[in-house]
Protein backbone atom coordinates (compact mmCIF):
# COMPACT_ATOMS: atom_id res chain seq x y z
CA UNK A 1 0.00 0.00 0.00
CA UNK A 2 2.69 2.68 1.14
CA UNK A 3 4.65 1.30 -2.04
CA UNK A 4 2.11 2.09 -4.38
CA UNK A 5 1.64 5.62 -2.68
CA UNK A 6 4.65 6.65 -3.35
CA UNK A 7 4.97 5.54 -6.83
CA UNK A 8 1.86 7.42 -7.19
CA UNK A 9 3.26 10.58 -5.83
CA UNK A 10 6.27 10.19 -8.35
CA UNK A 11 4.01 9.59 -11.02
CA UNK A 12 1.81 12.58 -9.76
CA UNK A 13 5.06 14.77 -9.55
CA UNK A 14 6.68 14.23 -12.56
CA UNK A 15 3.35 15.31 -14.31
CA UNK A 16 3.41 18.54 -13.08
CA UNK A 17 6.99 18.79 -14.20
CA UNK A 18 5.42 17.98 -17.28
CA UNK A 19 2.71 20.75 -17.56
CA UNK A 20 4.60 23.35 -15.73
CA UNK A 21 7.52 22.78 -18.46
CA UNK A 22 4.18 23.45 -21.08
CA UNK A 23 3.38 26.32 -18.99
CA UNK A 24 7.13 28.38 -19.51
CA UNK A 25 7.73 26.75 -23.16
CA UNK A 26 6.15 29.76 -24.87
CA UNK A 27 8.05 32.34 -22.40
CA UNK A 28 11.34 30.15 -23.04
CA UNK A 29 10.76 30.03 -26.91
CA UNK A 30 10.35 33.88 -27.06
CA UNK A 31 13.77 34.41 -25.41
CA UNK A 32 15.59 32.68 -27.39
CA UNK A 33 14.30 34.20 -30.84
CA UNK A 34 15.12 37.42 -29.07
CA UNK A 35 18.39 36.50 -29.61
CA UNK A 36 17.77 35.46 -33.58
CA UNK A 37 18.14 37.78 -36.52
CA UNK A 38 14.54 38.49 -37.35
CA UNK A 39 14.65 36.48 -41.06
CA UNK A 40 14.69 33.02 -39.00
CA UNK A 41 12.16 33.50 -36.52
CA UNK A 42 9.02 33.16 -38.13
CA UNK A 43 10.29 29.93 -40.13
CA UNK A 44 12.07 28.38 -37.15
CA UNK A 45 11.07 29.43 -34.09
CA UNK A 46 11.94 25.72 -32.28
CA UNK A 47 15.54 26.46 -33.74
CA UNK A 48 18.10 27.05 -30.98
CA UNK A 49 20.26 30.67 -32.39
CA UNK A 50 23.44 29.62 -34.28
CA UNK A 51 26.79 31.34 -35.54
CA UNK A 52 24.84 32.22 -38.04
CA UNK A 53 21.55 33.30 -37.02
CA UNK A 54 22.55 34.63 -33.60
CA UNK A 55 22.61 38.50 -33.79
CA UNK A 56 23.21 39.37 -29.91
CA UNK A 57 21.43 42.30 -28.43
CA UNK A 58 20.51 44.08 -31.67
CA UNK A 59 16.77 43.08 -31.26
CA UNK A 60 16.91 44.45 -28.26
CA UNK A 61 18.41 47.81 -29.03
CA UNK A 62 16.45 48.24 -32.60
CA UNK A 63 13.14 47.35 -30.31
CA UNK A 64 14.17 49.95 -27.56
CA UNK A 65 14.35 52.66 -30.22
CA UNK A 66 11.93 51.53 -32.05
CA UNK A 67 8.86 51.88 -29.99
CA UNK A 68 10.62 54.34 -27.32
CA UNK A 69 10.79 51.47 -24.61
CA UNK A 70 12.62 52.91 -21.75
CA UNK A 71 9.46 56.35 -22.22
CA UNK A 72 6.69 53.36 -22.61
CA UNK A 73 7.65 51.80 -19.80
CA UNK A 74 7.58 55.22 -17.63
CA UNK A 75 4.03 56.11 -19.15
CA UNK A 76 2.61 52.64 -17.98
CA UNK A 77 3.88 53.33 -14.80
CA UNK A 78 3.46 56.81 -13.98
CA UNK A 79 -0.65 55.93 -15.14
CA UNK A 80 -0.41 52.61 -13.15
CA UNK A 81 0.75 54.16 -10.20
CA UNK A 82 -1.60 57.29 -9.91
CA UNK A 83 -4.72 55.41 -10.80
CA UNK A 84 -3.98 52.79 -8.15
CA UNK A 85 -3.36 55.39 -5.87
CA UNK A 86 -5.99 57.32 -6.99
CA UNK A 87 -8.82 54.29 -7.02
CA UNK A 88 -7.59 53.12 -3.10
CA UNK A 89 -7.81 56.03 -1.57
CA UNK A 90 -11.05 57.30 -3.11
CA UNK A 91 -13.43 54.39 -3.87
CA UNK A 92 -12.45 53.46 0.08
CA UNK A 93 -13.55 57.23 1.10
CA UNK A 94 -16.94 56.76 -1.06
CA UNK A 95 -17.33 52.81 0.21
CA UNK A 96 -17.06 54.36 3.96
CA UNK A 97 -19.74 57.52 3.21
CA UNK A 98 -22.05 54.98 1.50
CA UNK A 99 -21.79 52.15 4.16
CA UNK A 100 -22.23 54.56 7.56
CA UNK A 101 -24.84 57.29 6.13
CA UNK A 102 -27.85 55.35 5.23
CA UNK A 103 -29.90 57.39 2.33
CA UNK A 104 -31.76 56.34 -0.55
CA UNK A 105 -29.59 58.48 -2.88
CA UNK A 106 -26.63 56.25 -1.46
CA UNK A 107 -28.70 53.39 -2.00
CA UNK A 108 -28.87 54.51 -5.57
CA UNK A 109 -25.21 55.31 -5.92
CA UNK A 110 -24.21 51.95 -4.90
CA UNK A 111 -25.98 50.11 -6.89
CA UNK A 112 -25.26 52.00 -10.05
CA UNK A 113 -21.50 51.32 -8.83
CA UNK A 114 -22.66 47.72 -8.83
CA UNK A 115 -24.21 47.97 -12.04
CA UNK A 116 -21.60 49.49 -14.08
CA UNK A 117 -19.09 46.40 -13.23
CA UNK A 118 -21.29 44.11 -15.71
CA UNK A 119 -20.91 46.79 -18.64
CA UNK A 120 -18.70 45.49 -21.26
CA UNK A 121 -16.25 48.50 -22.36
CA UNK A 122 -17.21 48.57 -25.66
CA UNK A 123 -20.74 50.11 -24.81
CA UNK A 124 -19.17 53.25 -23.43
CA UNK A 125 -16.13 53.04 -25.45
CA UNK A 126 -17.06 55.94 -28.40
CA UNK A 127 -18.87 57.94 -26.07
CA UNK A 128 -16.45 57.82 -22.97
CA UNK A 129 -13.57 59.08 -25.56
CA UNK A 130 -15.41 61.12 -26.98
CA UNK A 131 -15.90 63.00 -23.56
CA UNK A 132 -12.56 62.84 -22.34
CA UNK A 133 -11.32 64.71 -25.13
CA UNK A 134 -13.96 67.47 -24.87
CA UNK A 135 -12.55 67.74 -20.76
CA UNK A 136 -8.88 67.79 -22.25
CA UNK A 137 -8.64 64.40 -20.03
CA UNK A 138 -6.53 62.70 -23.32
CA UNK A 139 -3.34 62.72 -21.85
CA UNK A 140 -1.22 60.91 -19.01
CA UNK A 141 -2.72 62.42 -15.88
CA UNK A 142 -6.32 63.35 -17.66
CA UNK A 143 -6.61 59.44 -17.89
CA UNK A 144 -6.32 59.24 -14.05
CA UNK A 145 -9.69 60.18 -13.52
CA UNK A 146 -10.69 57.93 -16.21
CA UNK A 147 -9.33 55.07 -14.26
CA UNK A 148 -10.80 56.54 -11.28
CA UNK A 149 -13.99 56.36 -12.97
CA UNK A 150 -14.53 53.44 -14.49
CA UNK A 151 -12.84 51.26 -11.75
CA UNK A 152 -14.62 53.08 -8.98
CA UNK A 153 -17.40 50.25 -9.67
CA UNK A 154 -15.49 46.55 -8.52
CA UNK A 155 -13.53 48.89 -5.84
CA UNK A 156 -16.21 50.19 -4.24
CA UNK A 157 -17.91 47.46 -3.42
CA UNK A 158 -15.08 45.25 -2.30
CA UNK A 159 -14.49 48.36 -0.21
CA UNK A 160 -18.08 47.92 1.04
CA UNK A 161 -17.94 44.44 1.17
CA UNK A 162 -15.44 44.94 3.66
CA UNK A 163 -16.88 47.59 5.75
CA UNK A 164 -19.78 46.15 6.67
CA UNK A 165 -18.29 43.85 9.03
CA UNK A 166 -15.97 46.66 10.24
CA UNK A 167 -17.40 47.12 14.17
CA UNK A 168 -19.10 50.71 14.58
CA UNK A 169 -17.84 51.13 17.90
CA UNK A 170 -13.94 51.66 17.38
CA UNK A 171 -15.13 54.78 14.90
CA UNK A 172 -17.69 56.07 17.68
CA UNK A 173 -15.33 56.20 20.14
CA UNK A 174 -12.68 58.08 17.79
CA UNK A 175 -15.71 60.13 17.08
CA UNK A 176 -16.67 61.47 20.76
CA UNK A 177 -13.06 61.76 21.63
CA UNK A 178 -13.39 64.97 19.22
CA UNK A 179 -12.08 63.79 15.60
CA UNK A 180 -13.73 65.04 12.77
CA UNK A 181 -14.80 62.45 9.89
CA UNK A 182 -11.65 62.99 7.80
CA UNK A 183 -9.22 62.31 11.15
CA UNK A 184 -11.50 59.16 12.07
CA UNK A 185 -11.40 58.15 8.18
CA UNK A 186 -7.64 58.27 8.08
CA UNK A 187 -6.53 57.27 11.56
CA UNK A 188 -8.53 54.39 12.14
CA UNK A 189 -11.04 53.40 9.57
CA UNK A 190 -8.24 53.50 6.72
CA UNK A 191 -5.56 51.38 8.43
CA UNK A 192 -8.27 48.75 9.06
CA UNK A 193 -9.14 48.64 5.29
CA UNK A 194 -5.68 47.66 4.86
CA UNK A 195 -6.54 44.13 3.45
CA UNK A 196 -9.16 45.09 1.56
CA UNK A 197 -6.58 48.49 -0.34
CA UNK A 198 -4.49 45.71 -1.05
CA UNK A 199 -6.55 43.26 -2.52
CA UNK A 200 -8.45 46.51 -4.60
CA UNK A 201 -4.81 47.96 -5.45
CA UNK A 202 -3.92 44.08 -6.96
CA UNK A 203 -6.45 44.02 -9.23
CA UNK A 204 -6.79 47.77 -10.96
CA UNK A 205 -2.57 47.60 -10.81
CA UNK A 206 -3.15 44.08 -12.94
CA UNK A 207 -5.86 45.83 -15.26
CA UNK A 208 -4.30 49.17 -15.73
CA UNK A 209 -0.78 48.38 -16.06
CA UNK A 210 -2.02 45.77 -19.14
CA UNK A 211 -4.63 47.67 -20.34
CA UNK A 212 -4.39 48.31 -24.23
CA UNK A 213 -7.84 49.69 -25.46
CA UNK A 214 -8.54 52.76 -23.17
CA UNK A 215 -5.64 54.26 -23.22
CA UNK A 216 -5.03 53.74 -27.01
CA UNK A 217 -8.44 55.63 -27.89
CA UNK A 218 -7.62 58.20 -25.07
CA UNK A 219 -3.89 58.81 -26.23
CA UNK A 220 -3.03 57.39 -28.89
CA UNK A 221 -0.16 56.83 -29.81
CA UNK A 222 1.43 60.20 -28.85
CA UNK A 223 1.80 58.78 -25.41
CA UNK A 224 2.71 55.01 -25.82
CA UNK A 225 2.18 52.88 -23.17
CA UNK A 226 3.62 49.51 -23.34
CA UNK A 227 0.89 47.17 -24.78
CA UNK A 228 0.43 50.40 -27.30
CA UNK A 229 3.73 50.54 -27.80
CA UNK A 230 3.80 46.58 -28.47
CA UNK A 231 1.07 46.67 -30.96
CA UNK A 232 2.77 49.65 -32.20
CA UNK A 233 5.61 47.89 -33.76
CA UNK A 234 2.65 45.74 -36.09
CA UNK A 235 3.04 48.59 -38.26
CA UNK A 236 0.34 50.00 -40.49
CA UNK A 237 1.16 47.29 -43.17
CA UNK A 238 1.19 44.25 -41.90
CA UNK A 239 5.29 44.06 -42.06
CA UNK A 240 6.65 43.31 -38.76
CA UNK A 241 10.33 43.40 -37.83
CA UNK A 242 9.72 40.18 -35.35
CA UNK A 243 13.13 40.42 -33.97
CA UNK A 244 12.20 43.73 -31.98
CA UNK A 245 9.17 42.04 -31.34
CA UNK A 246 10.44 38.68 -29.56
CA UNK A 247 12.98 41.15 -27.48
CA UNK A 248 10.19 43.89 -26.41
CA UNK A 249 8.04 41.09 -25.24
CA UNK A 250 10.69 39.81 -23.38
CA UNK A 251 11.51 43.22 -21.77
CA UNK A 252 7.76 43.98 -20.81
CA UNK A 253 7.14 40.94 -19.26
CA UNK A 254 10.25 40.90 -16.95
CA UNK A 255 8.92 44.10 -14.91
CA UNK A 256 5.70 42.21 -14.61
CA UNK A 257 7.91 38.65 -13.11
CA UNK A 258 9.79 40.53 -10.80
CA UNK A 259 6.26 42.35 -9.44
CA UNK A 260 5.15 39.07 -9.20
CA UNK A 261 7.81 37.20 -7.20
CA UNK A 262 7.98 40.00 -4.80
CA UNK A 263 4.44 40.14 -4.21
CA UNK A 264 3.30 37.11 -5.26
CA UNK A 265 1.65 36.57 -1.50
CA UNK A 266 -0.27 38.99 -1.80
CA UNK A 267 -1.51 38.85 -5.55
CA UNK A 268 -2.78 35.34 -4.49
CA UNK A 269 -5.00 36.33 -1.55
CA UNK A 270 -6.12 39.62 -4.03
CA UNK A 271 -7.24 37.14 -6.64
CA UNK A 272 -8.74 35.40 -4.40
CA UNK A 273 -10.09 37.74 -2.23
CA UNK A 274 -11.59 39.83 -5.30
CA UNK A 275 -13.13 36.82 -7.20
CA UNK A 276 -14.66 36.00 -3.81
CA UNK A 277 -16.51 39.11 -3.14
CA UNK A 278 -16.74 39.84 -6.49
CA UNK B 1 -22.09 60.74 13.35
CA UNK B 2 -23.77 60.12 10.97
CA UNK B 3 -25.40 63.39 10.72
CA UNK B 4 -21.80 65.34 10.70
CA UNK B 5 -20.62 62.65 7.99
CA UNK B 6 -23.51 63.35 6.04
CA UNK B 7 -21.87 66.66 5.39
CA UNK B 8 -18.77 65.70 4.70
CA UNK B 9 -20.40 64.65 1.05
CA UNK B 10 -18.13 66.79 -1.23
CA UNK B 11 -15.05 65.19 0.07
CA UNK B 12 -15.77 61.33 0.59
CA UNK B 13 -18.32 61.03 -2.16
CA UNK B 14 -17.63 63.73 -4.65
CA UNK B 15 -14.17 62.73 -6.11
CA UNK B 16 -15.05 59.50 -7.29
CA UNK B 17 -18.97 59.98 -8.17
CA UNK B 18 -17.61 62.80 -10.67
CA UNK B 19 -15.10 60.73 -12.49
CA UNK B 20 -17.86 58.23 -12.81
CA UNK B 21 -20.28 60.18 -13.98
CA UNK B 22 -17.61 61.45 -16.45
CA UNK B 23 -15.76 58.04 -17.43
CA UNK B 24 -19.38 55.73 -17.07
CA UNK B 25 -22.77 57.02 -16.48
CA UNK B 26 -22.66 59.81 -18.62
CA UNK B 27 -21.17 57.85 -22.01
CA UNK B 28 -23.83 55.27 -21.10
CA UNK B 29 -26.85 57.13 -21.48
CA UNK B 30 -25.81 59.43 -24.47
CA UNK B 31 -24.56 55.29 -25.71
CA UNK B 32 -27.96 54.17 -25.68
CA UNK B 33 -29.42 57.66 -26.99
CA UNK B 34 -26.88 57.56 -30.04
CA UNK B 35 -27.89 53.97 -30.65
CA UNK B 36 -31.11 55.50 -32.07
CA UNK B 37 -29.45 57.88 -34.46
CA UNK B 38 -26.89 58.92 -37.22
CA UNK B 39 -24.01 60.63 -36.04
CA UNK B 40 -20.93 61.68 -36.60
CA UNK B 41 -19.59 63.42 -33.38
CA UNK B 42 -21.88 63.07 -30.43
CA UNK B 43 -23.39 66.53 -30.64
CA UNK B 44 -24.50 66.17 -34.48
CA UNK B 45 -26.56 63.28 -34.30
CA UNK B 46 -30.19 62.57 -36.44
CA UNK B 47 -32.62 60.40 -34.70
CA UNK B 48 -33.43 57.23 -37.42
CA UNK B 49 -34.87 54.64 -34.59
CA UNK B 50 -34.28 51.04 -34.72
CA UNK B 51 -32.78 51.69 -37.95
CA UNK B 52 -29.20 50.79 -36.18
CA UNK B 53 -30.50 48.10 -35.24
CA UNK B 54 -31.86 46.65 -38.17
CA UNK B 55 -28.65 47.29 -40.18
CA UNK B 56 -26.41 45.26 -37.18
CA UNK B 57 -29.09 42.08 -37.34
CA UNK B 58 -28.50 42.27 -40.58
CA UNK B 59 -24.80 42.48 -41.08
CA UNK B 60 -23.40 38.87 -41.49
CA UNK B 61 -19.90 40.38 -39.74
CA UNK B 62 -22.06 40.81 -36.62
CA UNK B 63 -23.93 37.08 -36.79
CA UNK B 64 -20.62 35.62 -37.52
CA UNK B 65 -18.98 37.58 -34.35
CA UNK B 66 -21.95 36.42 -32.27
CA UNK B 67 -21.64 32.63 -33.39
CA UNK B 68 -17.94 32.74 -33.05
CA UNK B 69 -17.74 34.33 -29.92
CA UNK B 70 -20.54 32.02 -28.22
CA UNK B 71 -18.60 28.49 -29.57
CA UNK B 72 -15.59 30.38 -28.45
CA UNK B 73 -17.22 30.51 -25.10
CA UNK B 74 -18.48 27.40 -24.51
CA UNK B 75 -15.30 25.25 -25.84
CA UNK B 76 -12.83 28.12 -23.15
CA UNK B 77 -14.86 27.36 -20.08
CA UNK B 78 -15.31 23.80 -20.37
CA UNK B 79 -11.27 23.55 -21.26
CA UNK B 80 -10.45 25.76 -18.61
CA UNK B 81 -12.29 24.83 -15.77
CA UNK B 82 -11.55 21.00 -16.44
CA UNK B 83 -7.50 21.61 -16.23
CA UNK B 84 -8.20 24.13 -13.71
CA UNK B 85 -10.01 22.13 -11.51
CA UNK B 86 -7.69 19.13 -12.32
CA UNK B 87 -4.49 21.15 -11.23
CA UNK B 88 -6.48 22.42 -8.29
CA UNK B 89 -6.71 18.60 -6.91
CA UNK B 90 -3.00 17.73 -7.74
CA UNK B 91 -2.16 20.42 -6.09
CA UNK B 92 -3.60 20.02 -2.81
CA UNK B 93 -2.25 16.75 -2.12
CA UNK B 94 0.24 17.79 -0.39
CA UNK B 95 3.24 16.90 -3.13
CA UNK B 96 6.34 18.68 -2.50
CA UNK B 97 7.04 22.13 -4.22
CA UNK B 98 3.44 22.93 -4.61
CA UNK B 99 3.95 26.35 -3.81
CA UNK B 100 6.73 26.46 -6.77
CA UNK B 101 4.31 24.67 -9.09
CA UNK B 102 0.97 27.11 -8.24
CA UNK B 103 3.69 30.36 -9.22
CA UNK B 104 4.65 28.61 -12.68
CA UNK B 105 1.08 28.37 -13.48
CA UNK B 106 -0.57 31.09 -12.71
CA UNK B 107 2.55 33.52 -13.85
CA UNK B 108 0.90 33.91 -17.54
CA UNK B 109 -2.18 35.82 -16.05
CA UNK B 110 0.19 38.54 -15.18
CA UNK B 111 0.93 38.81 -18.93
CA UNK B 112 -0.75 41.50 -20.54
CA UNK B 113 -3.27 40.26 -23.94
CA UNK B 114 -1.51 42.23 -26.67
CA UNK B 115 1.79 40.65 -25.37
CA UNK B 116 0.16 37.57 -25.11
CA UNK B 117 -1.37 37.05 -28.31
CA UNK B 118 1.69 38.08 -29.89
CA UNK B 119 3.67 35.19 -27.93
CA UNK B 120 1.41 32.48 -29.08
CA UNK B 121 1.52 33.98 -33.34
CA UNK B 122 4.92 33.12 -33.46
CA UNK B 123 4.41 29.80 -31.57
CA UNK B 124 1.44 28.66 -33.02
CA UNK B 125 2.96 30.31 -36.98
CA UNK B 126 5.83 27.89 -35.86
CA UNK B 127 3.84 24.36 -35.63
CA UNK B 128 1.74 25.38 -38.36
CA UNK B 129 4.86 25.89 -40.78
CA UNK B 130 5.66 22.50 -40.83
CA UNK B 131 1.89 21.63 -42.26
CA UNK B 132 2.31 24.76 -44.60
CA UNK B 133 -0.26 26.48 -43.18
CA UNK B 134 -0.40 30.04 -41.04
CA UNK B 135 -2.81 31.34 -38.65
CA UNK B 136 -5.03 32.88 -40.81
CA UNK B 137 -5.21 30.74 -43.53
CA UNK B 138 -8.43 29.27 -41.82
CA UNK B 139 -10.39 30.11 -39.37
CA UNK B 140 -10.15 27.00 -37.46
CA UNK B 141 -6.59 27.85 -36.53
CA UNK B 142 -7.75 31.10 -35.35
CA UNK B 143 -10.28 29.68 -33.26
CA UNK B 144 -8.09 26.67 -31.71
CA UNK B 145 -5.71 29.52 -31.35
CA UNK B 146 -7.55 31.70 -29.09
CA UNK B 147 -8.44 28.85 -26.86
CA UNK B 148 -5.17 27.65 -26.35
CA UNK B 149 -4.08 31.46 -25.58
CA UNK B 150 -6.87 31.80 -23.21
CA UNK B 151 -6.38 28.28 -21.39
CA UNK B 152 -2.74 29.15 -20.87
CA UNK B 153 -3.64 32.54 -19.71
CA UNK B 154 -6.80 31.49 -17.25
CA UNK B 155 -5.71 27.66 -16.30
CA UNK B 156 -3.92 29.63 -13.05
CA UNK B 157 -6.35 32.18 -12.39
CA UNK B 158 -8.95 29.83 -11.88
CA UNK B 159 -6.79 27.09 -10.13
CA UNK B 160 -6.44 29.43 -7.56
CA UNK B 161 -9.66 29.82 -6.74
CA UNK B 162 -9.97 26.28 -6.89
CA UNK B 163 -7.43 25.38 -4.33
CA UNK B 164 -8.95 28.52 -2.23
CA UNK B 165 -12.28 26.45 -2.54
CA UNK B 166 -10.51 23.16 -1.88
CA UNK B 167 -8.83 23.94 1.20
CA UNK B 168 -11.86 25.05 2.40
CA UNK B 169 -13.47 21.61 2.56
CA UNK B 170 -13.16 20.56 6.48
CA UNK B 171 -10.52 17.80 6.59
CA UNK B 172 -13.42 15.56 8.89
CA UNK B 173 -15.52 15.34 6.32
CA UNK B 174 -12.84 13.77 3.94
CA UNK B 175 -11.95 11.70 6.24
CA UNK B 176 -15.17 10.34 7.58
CA UNK B 177 -16.05 9.30 4.01
CA UNK B 178 -13.09 7.17 3.83
CA UNK B 179 -13.76 5.52 7.01
CA UNK B 180 -16.64 5.14 5.47
CA UNK B 181 -14.93 3.04 2.66
CA UNK B 182 -15.53 5.70 -0.47
CA UNK B 183 -13.36 5.14 -3.30
CA UNK B 184 -11.38 8.11 -4.55
CA UNK B 185 -13.82 9.06 -6.93
CA UNK B 186 -16.67 8.93 -4.70
CA UNK B 187 -15.06 11.16 -2.18
CA UNK B 188 -14.61 13.63 -5.69
CA UNK B 189 -17.96 13.34 -6.55
CA UNK B 190 -19.97 13.53 -3.92
CA UNK B 191 -17.77 15.74 -1.09
CA UNK B 192 -15.81 17.49 -3.41
CA UNK B 193 -17.32 18.84 -5.76
CA UNK B 194 -20.30 19.69 -4.16
CA UNK B 195 -18.23 21.28 -1.18
CA UNK B 196 -16.36 23.49 -3.83
CA UNK B 197 -20.01 24.22 -5.74
CA UNK B 198 -19.25 28.53 -4.85
CA UNK B 199 -15.92 28.03 -6.27
CA UNK B 200 -17.12 26.32 -9.42
CA UNK B 201 -19.92 29.11 -9.93
CA UNK B 202 -17.42 32.13 -9.74
CA UNK B 203 -14.86 30.09 -12.10
CA UNK B 204 -17.56 29.75 -14.15
CA UNK B 205 -19.01 33.27 -14.70
CA UNK B 206 -15.63 34.68 -14.73
CA UNK B 207 -14.32 32.96 -17.58
CA UNK B 208 -17.79 33.08 -19.48
CA UNK B 209 -17.46 36.98 -18.92
CA UNK B 210 -14.25 37.14 -19.96
CA UNK B 211 -14.14 35.14 -22.88
CA UNK B 212 -16.99 37.22 -24.10
CA UNK B 213 -15.51 40.18 -24.14
CA UNK B 214 -12.25 39.20 -25.12
CA UNK B 215 -10.76 42.28 -27.18
CA UNK B 216 -6.87 42.21 -26.90
CA UNK B 217 -5.61 38.61 -28.12
CA UNK B 218 -8.42 38.61 -30.81
CA UNK B 219 -6.74 41.79 -32.28
CA UNK B 220 -3.20 40.82 -31.62
CA UNK B 221 -3.89 37.23 -32.71
CA UNK B 222 -5.25 37.27 -35.86
CA UNK B 223 -7.32 40.48 -35.98
CA UNK B 224 -9.99 38.27 -37.51
CA UNK B 225 -8.60 37.35 -40.26
CA UNK B 226 -8.78 35.52 -43.03
CA UNK B 227 -11.77 37.91 -43.94
CA UNK B 228 -13.40 38.82 -40.63
CA UNK B 229 -14.24 35.20 -39.73
CA UNK B 230 -12.28 35.05 -36.32
CA UNK B 231 -13.25 38.17 -35.17
CA UNK B 232 -15.30 38.37 -31.86
CA UNK B 233 -18.40 40.74 -30.95
CA UNK B 234 -15.78 43.06 -29.24
CA UNK B 235 -13.77 43.16 -31.65
CA UNK B 236 -16.70 43.84 -34.73
CA UNK B 237 -17.64 46.40 -32.67
CA UNK B 238 -14.82 48.17 -32.81
CA UNK B 239 -13.79 47.67 -36.19
CA UNK B 240 -17.47 49.49 -36.99
CA UNK B 241 -16.69 52.06 -35.24
CA UNK B 242 -13.22 52.99 -36.37
CA UNK B 243 -13.06 50.80 -39.72
CA UNK B 244 -15.86 52.11 -41.23
CA UNK B 245 -17.40 55.66 -42.18
CA UNK B 246 -20.80 56.44 -41.37
CA UNK B 247 -21.43 53.27 -39.24
CA UNK B 248 -21.32 54.52 -35.87
CA UNK B 249 -24.74 54.22 -35.36
CA UNK B 250 -24.74 50.99 -36.02
CA UNK B 251 -21.37 50.34 -34.11
CA UNK B 252 -23.85 52.04 -31.12
CA UNK B 253 -26.21 49.62 -31.57
CA UNK B 254 -24.16 46.54 -31.99
CA UNK B 255 -22.18 47.79 -28.32
CA UNK B 256 -25.84 47.86 -26.71
CA UNK B 257 -26.33 44.13 -27.94
CA UNK B 258 -23.37 43.10 -26.59
CA UNK B 259 -23.97 44.94 -23.40
CA UNK B 260 -27.62 42.78 -22.75
CA UNK B 261 -26.01 39.61 -23.96
CA UNK B 262 -23.29 40.12 -21.38
CA UNK B 263 -25.97 41.78 -18.67
CA UNK B 264 -28.29 39.19 -19.39
CA UNK B 265 -24.93 36.07 -18.69
CA UNK B 266 -24.48 38.12 -15.64
CA UNK B 267 -28.03 38.13 -14.10
CA UNK B 268 -28.53 34.30 -15.37
CA UNK B 269 -25.44 33.36 -12.79
CA UNK B 270 -26.71 35.89 -10.36
CA UNK B 271 -30.39 33.96 -10.15
CA UNK B 272 -28.67 30.52 -10.07
CA UNK B 273 -26.28 30.96 -7.59
CA UNK B 274 -28.98 32.59 -5.49
CA UNK B 275 -31.52 29.55 -6.13
CA UNK B 276 -28.90 27.17 -5.02
CA UNK B 277 -27.86 28.99 -1.81
CA UNK B 278 -31.81 29.13 -0.81
CA UNK B 279 -31.92 25.51 -1.53
CA UNK B 280 -29.43 24.76 0.91
Known amino acids: ME ?17 AALFIAPVFVILMNSFKSQFYIVDTPFVFPTGETFVGLTNYLTGIEKIGFFSAFG ?53 MSKMANMLHLDNPVGIIVVYLGFGAGLSTFLF ?27 SVVFPILKPTAITVAILNAMWIWNDYLL ?35 ILSIIPIIVFYLTCQKYIIKGIVDGAVKG | MQKTLKKYFPVFALPTLICFMIAFLIPFVVGIYLSFTEFTTVTNSTWVGIDNYVKAFSND ?32 RGLKGTNLFRTVFFMPNLIGG ?22 TLDAKYGFWGLVILMNWQLIGYMMIIYIAGIQNIPPELVEAAKVDGATPWQI ?44 MLAL ?12 SGVGQAKAVMFFIIVAALAFLQLWLTRRKEQEN
Open chain 1, 215 to 249: PYLLLGTKYKTIPIAVQYLKGGYGSIDWGAMMAMI
Open chain 2, 114 to 135: IVLAYIWQVIINGVLYYFQATL
Open chain 1, 160 to 186: CGFIKAVPLEVEEAAYMDGCGPIRTFF
Open chain 1, 75 to 127: YSLFITVFSVAAIVLFTSMLAWYLTRVKSKLNRVIYYLLVFSMIVPFQMVMFT
Open chain 2, 188 to 231: LKNVTIPMVMPSITICLFLTMTNSFKLFDQNLALTDGAPSKQTA
Open chain 2, 61 to 92: EFVNAFWFTTKFAVVSVVTINVFAFAMALLLT
Open chain 2, 236 to 247: DIYKTFYGRVGW
Open chain 1, 3 to 19: ETRKQNEKLLAVLLVII
